[in-house]
Structures are given as C-alpha cells and as structure tokens.
C-alpha cells in the first residue's frame, strides 16, 4: 500500500536514545499513575525531536497498546478497573480512532507535513489548556473539601437521564444510559487518533459525564487506550508512519514506568491524580505553543528571522523538559511521602 507521504524517520543519536528512553519512563509513570497513556508527555518530546507529528502520533499510538495492557492488569489487580465501562468506551472510541486518522490524512493531502504539525500543536494547546484547567480547579477544590471525591453536579444531573439501555458499572459504581458512553468514546478515540492522546478526555468524561472516582476512571482508560492503540496502530502501520526504533525505545522506558506509577496509586489520594495531571498538562501546553510559530514560518503565513525561530525552539523543549520533570517529582514524591507515613503508623 502506498503511504501518504515518505516520513522523514530521524537520525538516532546517542543522546536522542537516552532523551526518549527517559521521556518513555516517565511517560509510562504518568500513564499508570493518571490513566492516560502518558501521551501528552511522549507526542511532544518526540516533536521536540524534530519527529513530524504524524510519525509522532503514530509511534506513540503503538507503543501504547502493549504498556496499557501492562498497567490495566497491574490495576486490575488492585480492583481499580471497570472491564465492562472500558470495553463498552472501548466500542465507540475505536470508531472514533477511524475518524481522526482520516482528518490527518485530510490534513497532510491538503497542507502537507507542515500543516499536520501545526494542527498537532494547536489541537495540544487547546485542549491541554482547557482540560487542564478544570482539572486543576476540580483537584483545588477536592483537596479543600479533604478529598471527598463523590460525582460531580453534571454527573449527578446525568445519572437522572433514564434512557435505555440503562447499564450497571459495578466497580465504578455508576448506573448510566449507554447513550452518555457514545460520544465520551467518540472524542477519546478521534483525540487519540489526531494527537495520540485520548485520555485526558476519556478520563475526564467518566468522572464528570459518568459518575466514576478519579481512581477507577484512571485505571478503566489504561482498557480503552489498548483496545483503540491495537486498532489505530494497524491502520497508521499501512500509512506506512510507524517508525518501530522509536517504539521500541519508548516502550521500554514506558514498561518500567507504568508499573512504578500504578503501585503509586495505592499510596495516595485521589485529588493528587488530578494535581498531577493538570500540572504536566499546562506545562506541556506551554512547550508546544511556543512551537507554533516555527510551523506558520514553514507555511509562509508569518516571518521570523532563524535566530528567533531557533530561541523558540530551545524554550520549547525546555518547557518539555519541565513538564517531565514536575511530573515526576510530584509522582515520586507523593509516594515517598505515603510510603512514610504509612511506615510512620504501622
């Protein structure tokens, strides 16, 4: 099958290696920790690379599958997953999956490597500073009322809705139409597919949409992130944008990370999963706006001297660096201090 166009896979150097195998650990700390496949840390520090965001999103989407495996079993040893809740967003998200992929193909016909890198960046910028934000006020206001994680108003108002085909989620606690499933599954597949990241929907949208703990909807998308990264990695396979070097240097950063960051879990509260995710998230979102004008520049639609693009480029991945660091420290640390505490009282 042809591809839509001859990706430029990069040169690995040794210092590109030890960058990606350290951004894969912590990518895949942050994916057992927060459910989210830890790929709005990875699709990043790939571009920050030089990795065109197609190649990008389609590395990250499949390394994804066998690292969720890893932390969903992990998880499910711990009775934190919902198997039914994530097969049944699984079901919808892998529709969603074909969807994204055809809007980059639109994209990469219509304006080319460029104009796919721009649409990642702003697509990160957006929604990482929207999710984030609510997710940071939600994790503000959870530790205020000392961690009391019930349903939210909007998942309460929705819990009403008795529309069939009604379904119980017994490890989430939740009984919901499977109309509110649809389109949760829908936007976390087709953001999945567009930057390689649909947990920050996925997890979001079974907290305040269905009802589920921080918790349980953090493991149950570690579910749907398998199930879409099998189905979407087969289909950017053929497009020929899997560069298998980087998949398999990420991957095995991601193993050992994922496994680190689900035994975190059952150390801390609730409300830190979301201080963690918000934190990387406006952090990340910050590189890649920075990134923004390097790609207008190669479209033609603004101009800067190479020097400026350059400067921007240094912060950029600066920015990226931060974002991996702060996630790691707020993770490690929160165990550490659990870990102590819990020693402190035995």
Same mark, same amino acid.
Request: charged content about 10%.
């Given at each position: ?172 606690? *939740?009984? @919901? $139409?499977?109309? +509110?499933? /649809? !389109?949760?599954? &829908?936007?976390?597949?087709? #953001? ?91 952090? *990340?979102? @910050? $590189?890649?706006? +920075?990134? /923004? !004008?390097?790609? &207008?520049?190669?479209?033609? #639609? ?45």
């Amino acid at each position: 099958m042809e591809t839509l166009l001859n990706a430029n896979f990069i040169e690995l150097t040794a210092e590109a290696v030890a960058f990606l195998f350290i951004v894969g650990f912590i990518g895949g700390l942050v994916s057992g920790f927060i459910g989210s496949g830890g790929a709005f840390v990875l699709t990043p520090g790939m571009m920050s690379l030089g990795v065109p965001g197609t190649v990008a999103v389609a590395s990250n989407m499949c390394h994804k599958f066998p690292k969720a495996l890893v932390g969903a079993i992990k998880r499910f040893r711990y009775g934190q997953v919902d198997i039914k809740l994530g097969l049944v967003m699984a079901a919808s998200a892998g529709v969603g999956v074909q969807i994204g992929i055809k809007i980059q193909k639109l994209i990469l016909t219509a304006w080319g490597q460029a104009g796919s890198d721009l649409y990642v960046s702003l697509s990160f910028v957006a929604v990482l500073v929207v999710v984030g934000g609510i997710v940071l006020r939600d994790a503000l206001t959870s530790s205020a009322a000392d961690g009391d994680e019930g349903p939210g108003p909007l998942a309460r108002r929705l819990a009403q809705w008795n529309l069939p085909p009604m379904i119980t989620f017994k490890t989430a606690g *939740v009984r @919901v $139409s499977l109309w +509110l499933t /649809v !389109p949760v599954g &829908l936007a976390t597949g087709m #953001l999945a597919a567009t930057i390689a990241v649909g947990g920050f929907i996925g997890v979001p949208g079974m907290i305040y949409v269905l009802g589920a703990s921080g918790l349980v909807a953090s493991a149950t998308e570690l579910v749907i992130a398998f199930v879409m990264g099998l189905g979407g990695s087969v289909n950017w396979a053929l497009q020929g944008m899997v560069d298998i070097r980087l998949v398999l240097i990420i991957l095995g950063g991601s193993l050992l990370g994922v496994q680190l960051g689900a035994i975190g879990t059952t150390y801390v509260r609730e409300h830190m999963i979301k201080v963690v995710m918000a934190a990387i998230m406006l952090i *990340v979102a @910050v $590189s890649r706006a +920075l990134a /923004v !004008p390097k790609y &207008l520049v190669k479209l033609d #639609l603004m101009t800067l001297s190479e020097g400026t693009v350059a400067a921007l480029d240094t912060i950029s991945f600066a920015f990226m660096c931060l974002a991996l660091l702060v996630g790691s420290v707020i993770i490690l640390g929160s165990m550490w201090r659990a870990k102590r505490a819990e020693a402190a009282h035995a």
